[in-house]
């Protein structure tokens, strides 16, 4: 073989090395954490639910106890348990408290939530619902 032979070779079999390396798994490209808005639990949630602890939910059955099943076929189509966790936050407090979360560019990626008490005196429900991918760390 020629010595251009072996370059091209060389680079061509580096290319695939690469692309190896790079490829990613179908549970690696779906979103850290994904907001789920639309779906609303039974009112039996309030009662198990506490502030800034999430209940975490790993199948279909842990999901019927808290949801309708309209609003569990809604969640199904967002949500594939086999590659997700659903974190659900509720919680009564002022108005204005807010819950934030940050991603830290960690592999596996870390996530940290936090609630930012209101200053009202209002009592309000709130609820956040994460779809969260299941090799990320929660904080």
Do not use: C
């Not at 790079?22 to 639990?41: V, W």
């Amino acid at each position: 073989m020629s010595y251009k032979m072996i370059s091209i070779l060389t680079m061509v079999f580096a290319a695939v090395v690469s692309y190896a390396e790079t490829s990613i798994t179908a549970e690696e490209m779906l979103p850290p954490i994904q907001d789920i808005t639309d779906i609303k639990p039974n009112e039996q949630i309030w009662k198990v639910a506490k502030r800034g602890v999430p209940l975490t939910l790993n199948s279909k059955s842990a999901v019927d106890k808290y949801f309708a099943e309209a609003q569990v076929k809604l969640l199904l189509k967002k949500v594939d348990f086999q590659k997700q966790t659903l974190l659900l936050f509720a919680w009564r407090g002022s108005g204005q408290d807010k819950m934030t979360y940050t991603i830290a560019e960690s592999f596996p990626e870390q996530i940290t939530f936090k609630i930012l008490p209101g200053r009202t005196r209002d009592l309000r429900p709130h609820l956040n619902l994460y779809a969260i991918r299941k090799n990320v760390k929660i904080k």
